[in-house]
C-alpha cells in the first residue's frame, strides 16, 4: 500500500517556467513533510520541509504548499533553472512511526535551456 | 568534515556471491539506515538500526542482513538469496527522535 502518492513521475519544464510537482498521502497521523532533491549518482539531500500547521513555506524559488483537508502537498520550483534537473521526492514522518519517512516515488525533472 | 561515506560507489559481483556494502558516518548520529532505490521505486527501506546491537526490518528486508557493532557504521550484506541485486543503495543516518536525514552518496550494484 503506497502511502505517499508522488506525480507525475516526469516533468520536462523551460528555463524560467514553474515546475510543480503533488503528493498526497493517506495517513493523518504524518506530521512532517520534507522534499529532497537527488542529483544523479548522488544522494538526496533535504531541500525544504513543513509542518501540517502551516499551509505554505517559502526558500528562496522553491516552495511548499500544503492543504491539510485535502491530505495534498505540493512544490513549486518558480524560475526553474537547468541546474534544478534533478530527481525530486516528497516524504511523509511522524514520531508514532520512529519519524522514519515515507518516500513518493519521485519526479525526474529536466528544464531545458 | 561531517558526513556519510558509502564504499564502493560501484560494486560488480557474480550472482550467488554474497557482497558486503559499507556505511562509515562521523555526524554522532545515533540512526541509521538502508534503502535501495530502483527507476520509478523511490526509496525501499531495508533495515534500519536505532542504537548499537540494535536493528530492525524494513519493508524489504529479505534477502539482506546487517550488523551494527559500532556507532559510525552500518554495513549491508547483500547475499545469494536476495533475487534481484542489481540496485542503487542509499545509507542515511539521523539523530534519534528526529526528524532530519542525512544520506551518503550511494553504491550501485551490479550483479552479473
Known amino acids: 500500500q503506497q502511502q505517499v502518492k508522488q506525480s507525475p513521475q516526469s516533468l520536462i519544464v523551460q528555463k524560467g517556467g514553474i515546475s510543480i510537482i503533488n503528493c498526497a498521502y493517506e495517513?493523518?497521523?504524518?506530521?512532517?513533510f520534507p522534499w529532497y532533491q537527488q542529483f544523479p549518482g548522488k544522494g538526496p539531500a533535504l531541500l525544504i520541509a513543513?509542518?501540517?500547521?502551516?499551509s505554505e513555506k517559502k526558500e528562496g524559488r522553491f516552495t511548499i504548499s500544503f492543504n491539510k483537508s485535502a491530505k495534498q502537498f505540493s512544490l513549486h520550483i518558480m524560475d526553474s533553472q537547468p541546474g534544478d534537473s534533478a530527481t525530486y521526492f516528497c516524504a511523509a514522518s511522524m514520531r508514532g512511526g520512529s519519524y522514519i519517512p515515507t518516500f513518493g516515488r519521485g519526479t525526474s525533472l529536466i528544464v531545458h535551456p | 568534515d561531517g558526513g556519510i561515506t558509502q564504499s564502493p560507489k560501484y560494486l560488480f559481483r557474480k550472482e550467488g556471491q554474497n557482497v558486503t556494502l559499507s556505511c562509515e558516518q562521523n555526524l554522532n548520529h545515533d540512526a541509521m539506515y538502508w534503502y535501495r532505490q530502483d527507476p520509478g521505486q523511490g526509496l525501499r527501506l531495508i533495515y534500519y538500526s536505532q542504537i548499537v546491537n540494535d536493528f530492525q526490518k524494513g519493508d524489504i528486508a529479505e534477502g539482506y542482513s546487517v550488523s551494527r557493532e559500532k556507532k559510525e557504521s552500518f554495513p549491508l550484506t547483500v547475499t545469494s538469496a536476495q533475487k534481484n541485486p542489481t540496485a542503487f543503495y542509499l545509507c542515511?543516518?539521523?539523530?534519534?527522535?528526529?526528524?532530519?536525514?542525512?544520506f551518503g552518496s550511494g553504491t550501485r550494484l551490479t550483479v552479473v
Open positions: 495517513n493523518t497521523a504524518f506530521d512532517y
Open positions: 542515511a543516518s539521523s539523530i534519534s527522535g528526529t526528524y532530519g536525514y542525512t
Open positions: 513543513i509542518r501540517p500547521d502551516v
